[in-house]
């Protein structure tokens, strides 16, 4: 962004503010974009709409230089419009939110709802990409800045997924080029240093694998083995299958099939299908997380090996952690400083 367009960008955010005596929130427009303005004390918070998608962006007072993009996970049932503060309750032993640690030491933080629910993959990564790219500007605006700002992308669960496939599709570092990628004829922006993913659906395909499978056998179910549960066994066993349909049901929707019907969909969106990597990239599982098998645990890392990309990938466990809890959430954050010091100690 040259110096004339800076400036009109920022003259054109000091006109559009509306500010309201006594109070804290004001609205604000930033090239067509309507959004609230919010002082938290040691932050500033603004709260809008990208193409449909509610978002968050948080930028604290001493701001480090640096972006952390967080993508929340699968939410079945509990997703709603403001889902871009799900990550929020991703509390590490302290009963500090995930944000909120990384904003404490002076990390930007932004989120995005989607702007839908299912197994939104797909408007997961557009959404967020778009969110990348609007954070950026309000930040070198904000700061004068036209420099690099390293990014980080932090996912859980589906929200791992999506940022695994993010950081493959928008690495900064790959080649050592500063400008965009050319990939079959298109131009793709370099946005990401880097990304943590806490316990991650790193493989799609073998999810939804495991959820027709798991479904049939729970289906298969003898009459005389079901009369043998008790009560609270057999609600266990209604309440599992219930979210494996829903489950199975929003990849399905998401992909346009089954995954006999439509492999190439699946395997788009499908992080050990593209392996490739040329950015750090570290995941952290839970040892007794009920929700993820211990092949899917440990998928990624077989398919970034058979690619030859070993030396940008790191898996911890959490050893008391499940899937995202306090300790996984701690575990998660103690390695997050790797990815901003890489390459050094890699």
């Known amino acids: 962004m040259n110096k004339k367009v800076l400036g009109i960008a920022v003259a054109l955010m000091a006109v559009a ?3 309201t005596p006594m109070l804290n929130t004001v609205e604000a427009f930033w090239f067509g974009r309507r959004y609230s303005v919010t002082d938290m004390g040691s932050y500033t918070e603004y709260v809008g709409t ?12 001493e701001w480090n230089g ?3 993009i967080g993508c ?16 929020d309750n991703l509390v590490n032993t302290a009963g500090v939110g995930l944000p909120f640690a990384l904003l404490d030491q002076g990390f930007a933080y932004a989120a995005s709802s989607y702007g839908e629910g299912g197994f939104s993959i797909k408007a997961g990564m557009t959404s967020t990409v778009q ?6 500007n309000m930040l070198r605006c904000q700061f004068k800045r036209c420099h690099n700002i390293k990014t980080y992308l932090i996912g859980h669960s589906m929200g791992g997924l999506i940022s695994l496939l993010l950081g493959a599709k928008y690495p900064k570092l790959c080649c050592g080029l500063s400008y965009p990628k050319l990939c079959c004829g298109l131009l793709y922006p370099k946005l990401y240093d880097g990304v943590l993913d806490i316990s991650a659906a790193r493989d799609l395909i073998l999810l939804y694998n495991d959820c027709v499978n798991i479904i049939a056998d729970i289906e298969a179910i003898p009459e005389i083995v079901w009369d043998s549960f008790s009560q609270e066994e057999k609600d266990y066993i209604l309440a599992m299958l219930a979210m494996l349909q829903l489950m199975k049901a929003d990849i399905e929707a998401e992909c346009g099939g089954t995954y ?22 570290i995941s952290v599982n839970g040892a007794l997380d009920e929700l993820m098998s211990e092949q899917q645990g440990h998928s990624y890392q077989v398919a970034v090996a058979a690619a030859g990309c070993s ?12 899937h995202g809890d306090a300790p996984t ?5 103690s390695h997050f400083d790797e990815l901003v010091d890489y390459p050094a100690g890699w």
């Open 17 to 19: 503010v509306l500010a």
């Open 50 to 61: 990208l193409a449909g998608a509610n978002f968050v962006l948080r930028i604290p007072d």
């Open 66 to 68: 640096m972006l952390v």
């Open 72 to 87: 929340h996970g699968y939410m079945a049932l509990n997703w709603n419009p403001d889902a871009q503060f799900a990550v």
């Open 131 to 136: 969110l990348t790219l609007f954070s950026l």
């Open 260 to 281: 006999d019907e439509k492999p190439e969909a699946y395997e788009r969106r499908n992080a050990v299908d593209h392996a490739e990597i040329c950015i750090p990239v």
């Open 311 to 322: 030396e940008y990938y790191r898996l911890y466990t959490a050893a008391t952690g499940g």
């Open 329 to 333: 959430i701690d575990e998660a954050l």
